[in-house]
């Protein structure tokens, strides 16, 4: 820039109007006359990815148990798959997903000739807490999660 195209006491820039642009590190708000950098960018979006981009499914089977409550400490959201098998043949299995101390999701299953199993699946936001319970006596088969 020309210094006569400065004007003598500085103004913010706008879309319409030149003036100085202040540089920022970090995306914090919404102000007209600030530029971010590309770090602060990428930083932003690698925290505000959606569900799935830069995940992969874990097999957390041997670290959960049922009926322990869990929090998802990841800062992002995750998704969650548990299979719960009845106890034997002829037996029933009856499982519950808690979210933040509510029931989001219960299923019943028996079998005459087989041994049943039930599957569950949900979206946890960050911080949410959740936990599974049985009221038979499943065995956890897996418990994967998105994260």
């Known amino acids: 820039a020309k210094t006569e195209d400065i004007p003598a006491s500085p103004q913010a820039a706008t879309e319409t109007k030149a003036g100085i642009v202040k540089l920022k590190n970090s995306i914090t708000g919404s102000l ?9 960018v990428k930083e932003y979006v690698g925290k505000s990815a959606g569900l ?18 869990y929090t998802n400490t990841t800062g992002r959201p995750i998704a969650l798959s548990v299979t719960l098998q ?17 029931i989001v999701s ?7 000739n087989s041994t049943p199993a039930l599957s569950t699946f949900w979206i946890l936001r960050a911080g949410d807490t959740y936990s599974l319970t049985a009221q038979s006596s499943g065995n956890l088969i897996k418990w994967l999660e998105l994260r």
């Open 52 to 69: 799935g981009i830069g995940q992969s499914w874990q097999d957390v089977t041997a670290q959960r148990q049922i009926s322990v409550t």
């Open 106 to 112: 219960q299923q019943y299953l028996s079998g005459a």
């Open 86 to 102: 009845a106890g034997g043949l002829g037996g029933a299995v009856d499982i519950k997903l808690s979210v933040n101390g509510e």
């Open 32 to 40: 007209s006359d600030t530029a971010v950098s590309e770090n602060a």
